[in-house]
């Protein structure tokens, strides 16, 4: 009888581990699987925020020559751990200042970053095959199979990354013409390496993509 009551104790306390463990999980995920308007989103980029503000302060103001001066270089990198899911760092220019932040949010197959140069922010939602991107917290467009299209119900196609995993760079079609390379993280060939390489001038709209389109790349989401 007492071997039966023991092994009872075992198997509820067991179960009430469990219980505990899938809950504290859920608690955990639900922000990044919720809707983007509820109070569990808000309360998540809030976080994520508050991380940059507190971790990446001074970042150079943003000019129109940044886009062709950011590099791949990462500085105060920090990696998620157990106690704060959080991973982070900062993209510095050619000349090592501080100019892009970023702060992830990962579950499983499902990610949420979000990224600020001294104007603007992004908000990347990344949800298995595809990413949902927010500039200045209004739709901005959804990023598919290498493809970036623009945000509403008459979405049309803005760009086209053509990714080459065995290639040093991957063109970026802008209208019908290549406007950039980006930088392939995988294969550095210069010790002080561009994120991208522009081959004309972009409107303010077209050096949004581009941005958004390095921001993937950068934090190897594309």
Known sequence: MRYIFSLLTIMITAALMITGVVYVLARALSPVLSASSSKAWQGMLKNLRE???KRYKNLVPWDKEMLGLLSTNRQE??????WDAISSGVFSTIYHEPVLAYARLNSGKNAVTLARISDREFVFRHKQTETEIWLNQQPFGLYIDGK???AGRGGKLVGTLEINKEEAAFPVVLGEATAATLTNPKIITSPNPRAMTLYREVGAEEENALLALAILNLTGQA
Do not use: P
């Not at 990198?77 to 157990?82: L, N, P, Q």
């Open 77 to 82: 990198e920090k990696k998620s751990g157990w």
């Open 148 to 150: 970036l299209i623009s």
């Open 51 to 53: 991380h940059l503000d």
